[in-house]
């Protein structure tokens, strides 16, 4: 497999989201958000999974010095938007040590200072109530299961505006060709009608209808 961050510059999570429905493969990880416009990462994914606290204890985790550059962290919180599992300092350490983003599954703070240092973050919700003795670290690169989609670590995370969509690190080559094409299909449909075509025709031409319907069986 390519370096995906680099094979992944440019496109978009819609254009590899119509790709994995082509293949008839799940990957888009629906209700998670963008923390402000105009982020977009790429990177093999670091699975962090959370879970309540019971008398044992236990704390929210130094993971974090685990983590290599490029990578996008992807953390589990069970969707839990009653508490965070990542502030200030993860996204100030994150982003001085060069990793691409964070994606959660649950909710985020301080939103202002992430903003400042301009570390992108994808999550259900933001909230300020912490984490701690709420919540503790139960496993780090460990697969995880989010809105019905199996990841892995090191599977591959676009996210931009829309949102975000994991992508098999086995298919990501594949996966990205047909986003790349799907691209170039839908580029010719607009350069088409501002030629003079209706949209009809210039869809028809260029096969938009059928670009994400499956062909592949597995």
């Not at 402000?36 to 044992?56: H, I, L, M, N, S």
């Not at 984490?131 to 019905?148: E, L, M, P, W």
């Not at 975000?164 to 094409?181: F, M, S």
């Amino acid at each position: 497999m390519n370096a995906p961050s680099k094979l992944a510059t440019g496109l978009s999570t819609a254009s590899v989201s119509d790709a994995l429905d082509s293949l008839g493969l799940p990957g888009s990880l629906h209700g998670l958000g963008a923390l402000r416009q105009g982020q977009w990462a790429a990177g093999p994914v670091f699975t962090v999974t959370y879970e309540p606290v019971d008398e044992a204890g236990g704390t929210v985790g130094d993971y974090l010095d685990d983590v290599p550059a490029a990578a996008v962290i992807l953390i589990d919180n069970a969707g839990r938007t009653d508490c965070t599992v990542w502030g200030g300092i993860m996204s100030q350490t994150a982003h001085q040590r060069g990793i691409a983003g964070t994606v959660i599954n649950g909710a985020c703070r301080d939103v202002a200072v992430a903003t400042a240092a301009g570390y992108p973050i994808w999550s259900v919700s933001r909230f300020m109530r912490t984490g701690k003795d709420r919540v503790r670290v139960a496993a780090v690169q460990s697969a995880v299961t989010i809105d019905g989609v199996a990841i892995r670590p090191g599977d591959v995370l676009v996210a931009d505006d829309d949102g975000a969509a994991v992508v098999p690190a086995t298919r990501w080559d594949e996966v990205a060709d047909i986003a790349r094409r799907i691209d170039r299909v839908e580029e010719a449909v607009v350069e088409a009608v501002r030629c003079g075509a209706t949209l009809a025709e210039a869809r028809a031409e260029h096969g938009y209808h059928s670009l994400q319907t499956r062909k592949d069986p597995s």
